[in-house]
């Protein structure tokens, strides 16, 4: 089966350089979640999108901007990046918003050097 | 805003003892679900709750839903390494359609 799709896996940065994290979500899932996780710490909750228009927002910097595309696509665009960006982002996808639990992706690790 | 805690933060047991952790929110949950990441892994979803007072089960997995729907606890029954990982609950207030991680329980298990 398919799963959540991101990339790039990796991903090295200077501070104050931007960044593109994409993800492909599970085909005929409607929304699309992006969590930001810290070395040891649980997942934050950054931005959602329900069938292509933002459906909630967290503790999202204003550096940080995300949307979601005609094909369901969404990326997660860091602009000014500081040191403490440093972590891994997942995305996920879920359908019925959520009410069948989310399926996560591999994430993308972030490190700003 | 809303708070989801989990205890402990971190248990070693030896494998073939039990183990639980607890999650308690600060606001009343709609449902709750848990999730396990293994190390260098991402979070795979185990199960939903919704009905206050639900008990669920997975095979030596039992997941309880409070009365109150503010706090949910996993059980697991004679733990095996390959139970090794973090394990999150993860809330929904209201409407809302965001979870709310908890800040998650690390069990190691060793032989």
């Known amino acids: 089966a398919a799963g959540v799709i991101q990339s790039p896996r990796h991903l090295i940065k200077e501070k104050r350089e931007t960044a593109t994290l994409k993800c492909y979500p599970i085909?005929?899932?409607?929304?699309v979640y992006w969590y930001q996780q810290g070395p040891g710490q649980d997942p934050q909750f950054l931005i959602s999108?329900?069938?292509?228009?933002?459906?909630d927002k967290g503790s999202i910097p204003d550096r940080f901007s995300a949307q979601q595309f005609s094909d369901y696509h969404s990326e997660l665009n860091m602009s000014s990046l500081e040191l403490g960006d440093s972590a891994l982002y997942f995305c996920?996808?879920?359908?019925?918003?959520?009410?069948?639990?989310?399926?996560f992706g591999s994430g993308t690790r972030l490190t700003v050097v | 805003g809303q708070q989801v805690m989990q205890i402990p933060q971190y248990q070693h047991v030896q494998e073939g003892e039990d183990f639980t952790t607890y999650c308690n929110s600060s606001t009343t949950l709609s449902n709750i679900q848990w999730y396990k990441q293994r190390p260098g892994g991402h979070p795979v979803f185990l199960i939903q709750?919704?009905?206050?007072?639900e008990v669920k089960k997975q095979k030596r997995l039992t997941f309880q839903f409070g009365e109150a729907k503010k706090n949910s606890s996993l059980h697991i029954t004679a733990t095996q390494t390959t139970d090794v990982g973090t394990y999150f609950c993860a809330g929904k207030a209201g409407t809302a359609s965001k979870l709310t991680f908890g800040t998650g329980t690390r069990l190691q298990v060793t032989l």
């Open positions: 085909p005929r899932h409607d929304t």
């Open positions: 709750l919704v009905k206050s007072g």
């Open positions: 996920a996808s879920s359908r019925g918003q959520g009410s069948y639990g989310y399926t």
């Open positions: 999108f329900y069938e292509k228009m933002q459906s």
